[in-house]
C-alpha cells in the first residue's frame, strides 16, 4: 500500500475519534440534563424553612385553629452507616424488619437505599416528649435528623367539615404544583383546603453545597438564593363558634344539616353536619388510624358534609319558591284561592293533604302548607297562558327562576367541594316521557310545586333561598371567611345577586305567610318571646325510611339578621324537630341566652338515630 | 547551514510548541482548579498546585536544553538511552518505594518519579533507531525485533511493575508499525475486529459462565449460550457468503473464509471464559463497562468513578460552572481529580466549549505532528515522529473516553494536564526531541 495513504487514513482515525468524542461530550454535557440533576442533588442540600400555618378565629375573635409544633423525624438513607439502629428502633417501639421495610419504602428497595441522597420522612410528627428522647441520643443516629413541624389543634373541637383538615401532598399534587415537594402538607378540605394558598404561607429555603462525605461546607453564593420563610396569612371566618357549637350539640344523636346565614352579608354563621366528628382526630401520627376509623362507619358517614354536600328533597319548604314565581309571573296572586280535598284535585287526590279549611289564599296556605293549593299554583306557573300553551317554555322559565336563586348551580361558596343540587331539565323529562310526552300536570304530579319529585338541593342552598327571601329579592354567596390577613374587603362577598323574582311586594307577601306559619300556622313551636319569626316546615318524602324533617326560616321579620334552614334525616314533621332546632338557633344567635330550656333538653336528649335498628351500633359523635 | 541551527530557535515549529505551551498553561489551571481550597498557596511546595508549577517550569528548561543539544545526539544515543531506561525501569522494583501495590515509583526528597514514563521516549527513539537503520522491513527478523524492543519495557512494567495502564500505552507504537509497512493494514484490522469480537463475546455471551456459591465459590461451570452463539455464526457465516460472492471462489479462498469464520466464532466462545481468567479488578472494568452485573465492592469502586467522572462533565453545559466553581470536583465526588480524571475539572467548569477546546487542541497537535513527521527525509525522525503523534493519540482516545464513559476505567494521564511530575517532563521529552529533529529536518539523520 502506498505509504501516503496510510497517512491520510491516520489523519482521518484522528479526526473521527475526536468528532465521535466531541459528539459525545455534547450529548452528555448539553443534551443530556441527567448529569445535572444528579450533580445538584449531590453537592446541593436544600434545607427548607417551614413557616407556620395561618391560624383561624371566628368572628367574635374566638381562636378555632392554631398551631402545635410537632417534630419529623428525617432519613438520609445513604448516610446510615455506623447508624445505632437497633437504638432508633427502640425509641420508636418497632422491629427491625419494620426499620428496614420503612427504608425500603422510602427509598424503592434497600438496594437503593444505599445511594439514595434525598431526605425522607421516617416518622412524622413526634411529639416533644418522643423527641426529646431522640435529641439526646441523635449524634448515634448516622443519617437521621430532626425537623420542626407544625400540627394543627382546634381547641373547641367544633366545625371540623368546615375547618377540613391537612395531610401530606400526593404524587399527583407534587407533580402538578412545583410548590409543593413530597411530604409537604396541603389542605385537603374546608377552609383548610379552600384558603391553602393564604394558610401555608411560603417555605423558606437555604442552600447549601456539601462534599462527598456529607460535610456541609457553606452556603451557596453566600445565601444570595436563600429565602426566609413567610409565616401563613390568619384569617377571619364568618362563623359563629358558640352559635355552631349549639347547633352541634342540638343535632346530637341525629342526621342532618344546618346552616345558618346573616342575610345581609352572606356570613356563614353555622354550618352544622351531623354526626360530626373532632377536628384532633385528624391531625398528627394517628391521622390515619382514625382517618380509616370514620371512613368505615358507612351509616353515619362522619365524613361526610351534610350541610354542604347531601342532596335532599326540600319538601314543603319548597313551596315559598312556588309562590314567588306563581306572584313573579302573574298567575297567582294574595287573593288566589284554590280549592283542598285532602288532595289536588287534578291529580286525582294526588299529591295528598292533611285536614285544613278550604279553599284558601296565599297566605293560608303557606301556614297551613297546603299541597292542593301549590300543586295548583305549580300548574299555573308552567301553563302559563303568556307561553301560548307551550309547556316547555313555562318549566324553563320557572327553572330559570329557581336557577337564580342559587339552586341546581354551585352558588359559589369559598368552600370546596359545594354540590350542585338537582333541578332538572326540560331535556331530563323528555327522555324520560319522550318528547311532548309529558304536561304540566305531569311535573305536578310528582311533586314539583311541592319540593318533591327530582328536586336535590342542599340545606346551604335552601338557606340561601331563605336569605334572598329575607333581603326582599337578593343574595350575597354564602362565604365562611371575612378577613385574609388585613384585607377584609373580599369583593367577591359585596357583589348582590338579584333573583328573577324583583318585586319586593311579592316578597312581602310570602313573608306574610311565614310570619303565619309561626304564629299561627304548622310551626308554632319555633315562635320566639319578642322576635318576629318567619319560618315555613317541610316534611320531605324520601325513598330511606320516614321523612325528613325539614324548616326555614329568618328573624327579625324587619332587618333580618340571621336565616336558618334545617333538614333532620327521618325525623318526621318538620315542626318536630327541625322547626324547634332552628328556632333554639336563633335564639340563641340573637339574645344570646335561652328562655326555653325544657324545649332545649328535649331537642338535645332526642335521639333518633337509635330508633332504627340498623342503626343500633352507630357512634353519634366519635371519641 | 551549520552556523545558523546553532541558534536554538531555528527552524522550531513554533505550532506545535504554542500548543505544548497553551496545553501545559490550561492544565496547571486546572490542576489548581481541582485541589483548590482555603489553604491554596502556589508558594507551598507541599501543595500539588505548587509542584506542578515547579514541574512546569522544570519541563520548559528541560525543553530548552533539548532545544540546544543537537539533533543528532538522540540518533547516536537511542540505544543506550533505552538500554539505561530499561535498567532503571528493572532497579525500581528492587529499590522503589511501594505505593498502592506497585514498586514503580522512586522517592526523592518530597518527590516520587516513576521511570515507566520515561520508557515511553526511550523505547521510541530505539524503534525509530532500529527501524531507520534496516533495509528490508518486511522480513521475519526485523518484525520480531521490532516487537522485542517494544514488548521488553512492556513486560518490565506490566509484570514487575503491576503499572498495566502504562504499559498498554506501548500499544500505540503499532500505528508506527503500520506506518512503516511492517504491519500490513489487514493485520490491523484484523486485530481491531478481533478485540471488537472478544468484547461483543463479553456482552453477548455464548458461553455463559455460572457460579453456584452454595457448594464451592471457586467452581464454576459453564453452561452453552446457543441463542447468542448461533446469532453470532449466523452474522459471520452471512459475511463469509457475501465475500465469496464478490471474489474468485478459489479453494484457498473458501477454506481461508471459514477458517476466519472459525477463529471468530471461537473468540465470541472464548471471551466470557478468558475475561473470568483475568485479574478479578481486570474483569470488573470491563463488566461495569460493559454494563454488566458485578459484585457489589467492584462496582462500588469502578462505577462510581465512571458515574462521578460523568456527572460531573455532564454538569457542565454548554459554558460550564466557571472557574473554581465547579461543585462535584471540588467537593471531591470525584475521585483522582487531579490526575486520570482532570478532565473532569475541564468539563464541569469550562462546559462544553472547554471540552471540546482541549479535544480539538489535541487533533491539531496531532495532527500536525503527522503533517510534521510526512515532510522528513529522515526515516528516523519520521518514525518518532509518529509515534509521538500515536502516543499522545491513544493517551486522548484511552483518558477522555474512561471519562466519558466509552471506555473502561484504565489508569493513564491525560497528557500535560493530569498532576505528576514524571509525565509532565516525560511528555516534554518525547514532544521536544521531535520538535528539535524537525528543525534539523534538512539534515540527514540516521
Known amino acids: ?623 | 547551514m551549520r552556523e545558523k541551527s546553532d541558534r536554538i530557535f531555528y527552524h522550531v515549529d513554533w505550532i506545535t510548541v504554542s500548543i505544548y505551551l497553551l496545553l501545559m498553561a490550561m492544565g496547571w489551571m486546572n490542576i489548581y482548579s481541582a485541589v483548590y481550597d482555603a489553604k491554596s498557596d502556589i508558594f507551598d511546595l507541599q501543595r500539588q498546585e505548587s509542584k506542578q508549577l515547579l514541574f512546569a517550569v522544570i519541563s520548559v528548561m528541560l525543553a530548552f536544553v533539548i532545544l540546544v543539544i543537537d539533533a543528532s545526539f538522540f540518533t547516536a544515543t537511542a540505544y543506550i538511552l533505552y538500554g539505561a531506561i530499561i535498567l532503571l525501569n528493572i532497579a525500581v522494583v528492587f529499590l522503589g518505594t511501594e505505593i498502592r501495590g506497585s514498586h514503580s515509583w522512586f522517592k526523592i526528597g518530597g518527590f516520587s518519579l516513576q521511570p515507566a514514563e520515561f520508557a515511553k521516549w526511550a523505547t521510541l527513539l530505539a524503534l525509530a533507531k532500529f527501524l531507520s537503520s534496516i533495509n528490508r522491513p518486511d522480513s521475519r527478523k526485523t518484525l520480531l525485533t521490532t516487537m522485542g524492543i517494544i514488548l521488553l519495557p512492556m513486560v518490565i512494567i506490566m509484570g514487575l511493575q503491576s503499572e498495566t495502564g502504562v504499559a498498554l500505552i506501548f500499544i500505540a507504537f503499532i500505528i508506527v508499525l503500520y506506518r512503516e509497512g511492517i504491519v500490513p493494514g489487514w493485520l490491523l484490522l484484523f486485530g481491531l475486529l478481533s478485540a471488537t469480537a472478544f468484547i461483543l463475546g463479553i456482552k453477548y455471551p455464548g458461553t455463559i459462565i455460572e457460579t453456584d456459591k452454595s457448594v464451592d465459590p471457586a467452581k464454576v461451570s459453564y453452561h452453552f449460550g446457543l441463542k447468542s452463539f448461533l446469532i453470532w455464526t449466523s452474522i459471520l457465516l452471512a459475511f463469509g457468503l457475501l465475500r465469496l460472492l464478490l471474489i474468485r471462489r478459489t479453494a484457498k479462498q473458501i477454506i481461508l473464509t471459514f477458517v476466519v469464520i472459525g477463529f471468530f466464532s471461537g473468540l465470541f466462545l472464548a471471551a466470557p471464559v478468558a475475561l473470568e481468567k483475568l485479574p478479578v479488578h481486570q474483569t470488573g472494568r470491563i463488566k461495569c463497562w460493559l454494563g454488566l452485573p458485578v459484585p457489589r465492592a467492584i462496582s462500588d469502586r469502578y462505577d462510581y468513578n465512571t458515574k462521578q467522572s460523568m456527572i460531573a462533565i455532564g454538569s457542565g453545559d454548554w459554558l460550564g460552572k466557571g472557574y473554581l466553581q465547579g461543585t462535584q470536583t471540588k467537593f471531591r465526588f470525584v475521585p483522582e481529580q487531579e490526575t486520570d480524571f482532570i478532565f473532569c475539572t475541564v468539563g464541569e467548569e469550562w462546559g462544553l466549549a472547554g471540552t471540546s477546546l482541549v479535544v480539538i487542541l489535541y487533533l491539531i497537535l496531532i495532527m500536525r505532528l503527522i503533517i510534521m513527521s510526512e515532510r522528513q527525509r529522515s526515516d528516523f525522525t519520521r518514525i518518532y515522529g509518529y509515534g509521538v503523534a500515536s502516543v499522545f493519540f491513544v493517551h486522548l482516545i484511552v483518558n477522555v473516553g474512561m471519562t466519558i464513559g466509552l471506555l473502561p476505567v484504565i489508569g493513564i494521564p491525560l497528557p500535560f494536564f493530569s498532576y505528576g511530575g514524571s509525565s509532565l517532563i516525560s511528555f516534554t521529552i518525547l514532544l521536544l526531541i521531535f520538535v528539535k529533529l524537525d528543525s534539523q529536518r534538512l539534515l540527514i539523520l540516521r
Open chain 1, 1 to 623: 500500500m502506498n505509504p501516503g495513504i496510510r497517512q491520510y487514513i491516520l489523519l482521518g482515525l484522528t479526526l473521527l475519534v475526536v468528532v465521535l468524542y466531541i459528539s459525545r461530550l455534547f450529548y452528555i454535557q448539553v443534551v443530556d440534563d441527567k448529569y445535572k440533576l444528579d450533580a445538584h442533588n449531590q453537592a446541593f442540600l436544600y434545607q427548607t424553612d417551614y413557616p407556620p400555618r395561618g391560624v383561624i378565629y371566628d368572628r367574635n375573635g374566638k381562636l378555632l385553629v392554631f398551631n402545635q409544633v410537632a417534630y419529623d423525624l428525617m432519613v438520609v438513607p445513604r448516610d446510615l452507616k455506623d447508624c445505632d439502629t437497633a437504638g432508633i428502633c427502640g425509641i420508636l417501639n418497632i422491629s427491625k424488619e419494620e426499620f428496614l421495610k420503612r427504608l425500603a419504602k422510602l427509598s424503592g428497595s434497600v438496594e437503593t437505599a444505599r445511594g439514595d441522597y434525598r431526605s425522607h420522612i421516617f416518622e412524622s410528627q413526634m411529639l416533644p416528649e418522643l423527641n426529646a428522647r431522640i435529641q439526646e441520643r441523635l449524634y448515634k443516629f448516622n443519617g437521621f435528623y430532626v425537623q420542626a413541624r407544625t400540627v394543627r389543634k382546634y381547641p373547641m373541637t367544633i366545625a371540623a367539615h368546615l375547618m377540613g383538615y391537612i395531610g401530606e401532598v400526593d404524587e399527583r399534587i407534587t407533580s402538578e404544583d412545583p410548590y409543593y415537594k413530597s411530604g409537604d402538607y396541603i389542605g385537603k378540605s374546608g377552609i383548610e383546603k379552600g384558603y391553602e394558598d393564604y394558610l401555608r404561607g411560603k417555605k423558606g429555603v437555604q442552600i447549601k453545597m456539601r462534599d462527598v462525605h456529607n460535610n456541609i461546607k457553606g452556603s451557596f453564593k453566600d445565601g444570595k438564593y436563600d429565602t426566609a420563610a413567610v409565616p401563613g396569612l390568619s384569617l377571619i371566618s364568618t362563623l359563629d363558634a358558640e352559635l355552631q357549637q349549639y347547633g352541634e350539640l342540638l343535632m346530637t344523636n341525629k342526621i342532618g344539616g344546618i346552616a345558618a346565614i346573616e342575610p345581609a352579608t352572606g356570613e356563614i354563621l353555622a354550618l352544622v353536619t351531623s354526626p360530626t366528628y373532632d377536628p384532633n382526630l385528624l391531625v398528627g401520627r394517628d391521622f390515619p388510624k382514625n382517618y380509616s376509623l370514620l371512613v368505615q362507619d358507612t351509616l353515619g358517614k362522619p365524613l361526610f358534609n351534610r350541610a354542604l354536600q347531601a342532596f335532599y328533597p326540600p319538601g314543603s319548604t319548597f313551596k315559598l319558591m312556588n309562590a314567588l314565581i306563581g306572584l313573579q309571573e302573574g298567575v297567582l296572586s294574595t287573593s288566589t284561592y284554590y280549592p283542598c280535598a285532602q288532595g289536588y284535585p287534578p291529580g286525582g287526590g294526588k299529591p295528598k293533604c292533611h285536614p285544613h279549611p278550604s279553599p284558601l289564599a296565599l297566605t293560608g296556605a303557606i301556614a297551613t302548607s297546603c299541597n292542593s293549593y301549590f300543586s295548583y299554583v305549580y300548574r299555573s306557573i308552567i301553563d302559563n297562558r303568556n307561553y301560548k300553551g307551550d309547556h316547555v317554555a313555562g318549566y324553563n322559565a320557572w327553572r330559570n327562576y329557581v336557577l337564580s336563586f342559587g339552586v341546581g348551580t354551585r352558588v359559589g361558596t369559598d368552600l370546596p367541594f359545594d354540590a350542585k343540587g338537582i333541578v332538572p331539565s326540560a331535556a331530563y323529562y323528555d327522555k324520560i316521557f319522550g318528547k311532548n310526552g309529558w304536561r304540566s300536570n305531569t311535573v305536578t304530579g310528582v311533586g314539583l310545586g311541592i319540593g318533591q319529585g327530582e328536586l336535590s338541593i342542599t340545606p346551604l342552598q335552601m338557606c340561601n333561598i331563605i336569605c334572598a327571601i329575607a333581603n326582599r329579592g337578593y343574595y350575597i354567596v354564602p362565604h365562611i371567611i371575612r378577613t385574609i390577613g388585613s384585607d377584609s374587603s373580599l369583593a367577591k362577598y359585596q357583589q348582590k345577586h338579584y333573583t328573577k323574582v324583583t318585586s319586593p311586594h311579592h316578597y312581602e307577601s310570602v313573608i306574610e305567610g311565614m310570619a303565619n306559619v309561626v304564629t299561627g300556622g304548622t310551626a308554632r313551636v319555633a315562635r320566639i318571646e319578642g322576635i318576629e319569626v318567619c319560618g315555613k316546615t317541610g316534611t320531605a318524602q324520601n325513598p330511606h325510611g320516614e321523612d325528613h324533617s325539614v324548616f326555614v326560616c329568618f328573624a327579625p321579620r324587619v332587618n333580618p339578621k340571621i336565616c336558618v334552614a334545617i333538614l333532620v334525616e327521618n325525623a318526621g314533621y318538620g315542626s318536630a324537630w327541625a322547626a324547634p332546632i332552628a328556632s333554639l338557633m336563633m335564639e340563641k344567635y340573637l339574645t344570646r341566652k335561652i328562655n326555653r330550656p325544657e324545649l332545649e333538653q328535649r331537642m338535645v336528649e332526642g335521639d333518633l338515630l337509635h330508633r332504627h335498628p340498623q342503626m343500633q351500633n352507630l357512634q353519634p359523635k366519635h371519641p
